[in-house]
Antibody, heavy 122, light 108 residues
Framework: EVQLVESGGGLVQPGGSLRLSCAASGFTFSSYAMSWVRQAPGKGLEWVSSITGSAGTTYYADSVKGRFTISRDNSKNTLYLQMKSLRVEDTAVYYC???????????????WGQGTLVTVSS | DIQMTQSPSSLSASVGDRVTITCRASQTISSYLNWYQHKPGRAPKLLIYAASSLQSGVPSRFSGSGSGTDFTLTISSLQPEDFATYYCQQSYSTAPLTFGGGTKVEIE
């Protein structure tokens, strides 16, 4: 069974940093693109970032470009999101998601993890 | 960026009703349109990919149609477990990938 388990969320002050992790199991992690998607309180889903299976290519939303860095360790089956210069508007539940199609970045997210809450507040 | 517009933003329906949700893209996206179901406190779930392909394990009462800029998600006979928020998402442009604003389906 494919499982994605996020961790690393918490309360951080504006301007602070946080690193999220997503532990993957049940599939050949290195063969699939992975993504982060967030949901702010009372809002809809917002794509944040994606990374190819080989980690050769990364993509970012304009709202996080230059502040967030997506990476992966295929030897540990783990996806990361390093977040710096955090803003109040970054407060959200952050989900990791696996691309449905092996070897491609299709943007078909299946499955998703349960999410981890990041709260940016003073 | 490709903007995705869903309608309605919310609807009330009864068990057994036929429900239709629409999604419009700001430019043509061929069939690169996906639908997700999201319940509070749960992980979002892929229902339909490539506009009309049913994800494995998803009940056949869910169906998707459309191409170009206009798309539809239909639930043929609403069940109690279908009350949730539904999102469309375009995957024509890898960056940014964009979601519609969501449609909340509530019990009438």
């Amino acid at each position: 069974e494919v499982q994605l388990v996020e961790s690393g969320g918490g309360l951080v002050q504006p301007g602070g940093s946080l690193r999220l992790s997503c532990a993957a199991s049940g599939f050949t992690f290195s063969s699939y693109a992975m993504s982060w998607v967030r949901q702010a309180p009372g809002k809809g889903l917002e794509w944040v970032s994606s990374i190819t299976g080989s980690a050769g290519t990364t993509y970012y939303a304009d709202s996080v470009k230059g502040r967030f860095t997506i990476s992966r360790d295929n030897s540990k089956n783990t996806l990361y999101l390093q977040m710096k210069s955090l803003r109040v508007e970054d407060t959200a539940v952050y989900y990791c998601a696996k691309d449905k199609v092996v070897g491609a970045t299709r943007g078909w997210f299946d499955p998703w993890g349960q999410g981890t809450l990041v709260t940016v507040s003073s | 960026d490709i903007q995705m517009t869903q309608s309605p933003s919310s609807l009330s329906a009864s068990v057994g009703d036929r429900v239709t949700i629409t999604c419009r893209a700001s430019q043509t996206i061929s069939s690169y349109l996906n639908w997700y179901q999201h319940k509070p406190g749960r992980a979002p779930k892929l229902l339909i990919y490539a506009a009309s392909s049913l994800q494995s394990g998803v009940p056949s009462r869910f169906s998707g149609s459309g191409s170009g800029t206009d798309f539809t998600l239909t639930i043929s006979s609403l069940q109690p477990e279908d009350f949730a928020t539904y999102y469309c998402q375009q995957s024509y442009s890898t960056a940014p990938l964009t979601f519609g604003g969501g449609t909340k389906v509530e019990i009438e």
